[in-house]
C-alpha cells in the first residue's frame, strides 16, 4: 500500500481499501493494444543487398514500383512470400515497395498464387501480430486481395484462419463510429470496420466452411 499526500493507496478488494482517506487505484493497463516493436524483416535485408528485382520509379505522376523483370516470369514461391514479410516495414521505401510490389504480383499472378498460400501465413500473421495500426491496415487491404486474386484461393485460406483470427477479434470492436481513433494514417479508416470487410471478404471466397471457422474464432461476427 502507498500514500500520497495523506491519502492511502491500498489496493483493491481489501479492507484497507474502504477506510477513510483511501483511494483505490484501477489496475494497470494491460498494454494489450499497444503496437510491438518490429526488428528489420528479410525483405528488408534482400532489397539492400539489391537481390531483389525492385525500386522505386519517380516521375511526373509521383512514385511506383519499377520491375526489372517481367512479373510473369517471377518465381511466385520466392518472391512472394518474401514480399508478404515486408508487410512488418513501416519505413520508406520497404514499407512502400512491399505493399505495392504484393499487389502488382497479385493482380498479374492467376494461378501462380494458389500453391503459395501456405507460405503467406506466418508474414500475415505476423504483421498482424505487431498491433501496428499502419501495418495492420495494409495487411488487411492485402488479405482482401489476396482472397479475390485467383480461383480457390479463398478455400484454401480456410484451414489457417485459427492462426490470424485472434487479431481479427481483439480489434473488431475498434471502430470509428464508436468514437474510436484507432485508424490508419495514410486512409484514415476504422481498424475495426476493416476487420469487418475483410471478415466478410474472407466468407465470401471461403464458403460455409470459412463462416464456421470465423464463427469459432469470433463469435460475435455475423453476416452482412
Given amino acids: 500500500m502507498s500514500r500520497t499526500k495523506g491519502k492511502a493507496?491500498?489496493?483493491?478488494?481489501?479492507?484497507?481499501?474502504?477506510?477513510?482517506?483511501?483511494?483505490?487505484?484501477?489496475?494497470?493497463s494491460t498494454g494489450v493494444f499497444h503496437p510491438l516493436s518490429s526488428k528489420p524483416t528479410t525483405f528488408r535485408t534482400y532489397y539492400e543487398r539489391r537481390e531483389l528485382p525492385i525500386a522505386v520509379d519517380y516521375n511526373s505522376r509521383g512514385k511506383n514500383i519499377a520491375w526489372k523483370v517481367d512479373i510473369e516470369k517471377l518465381d511466385y514461391q520466392y518472391y512472394l512470400p518474401l514480399l508478404f514479410h515486408g508487410l512488418c516495414e513501416t519505413e520508406y521505401p520497404y514499407e512502400f515497395l512491399a505493399r505495392q510490389g504484393i499487389h502488382d504480383m497479385l493482380t498479374r499472378g492467376g494461378p501462380k498464387i494458389l500453391p503459395v498460400v501456405p507460405k503467406l501465413i506466418i508474414p500475415i500473421r505476423n504483421a498482424m501480430n505487431t498491433k501496428n495500426h499502419q501495418v495492420m491496415c495494409t495487411t488487411l487491404r492485402i488479405v482482401q486481395h489476396l482472397v479475390a486474386s485467383a480461383d480457390g484461393v479463398g478455400v484454401a485460406l480456410v484451414p489457417y484462419l485459427k492462426r490470424i483470427l485472434p487479431v481479427f477479434n481483439l480489434f473488431k470492436n475498434k471502430k470509428r463510429n464508436l468514437g474510436d481513433a484507432i485508424e490508419s494514417r495514410r486512409q484514415r479508416e476504422s481498424i475495426g470496420d476493416l476487420i469487418e470487410e475483410t471478415l466478410q471478404t474472407l466468407e465470401h471466397y471461403g464458403g460455409p466452411d470459412a463462416f464456421k471457422q470465423i464463427k469459432s474464432m469470433i463469435p460475435t461476427y455475423s453476416p452482412a
Fill in 9 to 28: 493507496k491500498p489496493d483493491g478488494f481489501t479492507v484497507k481499501a474502504f477506510m477513510k482517506n483511501s483511494v483505490v487505484e484501477g489496475p494497470p
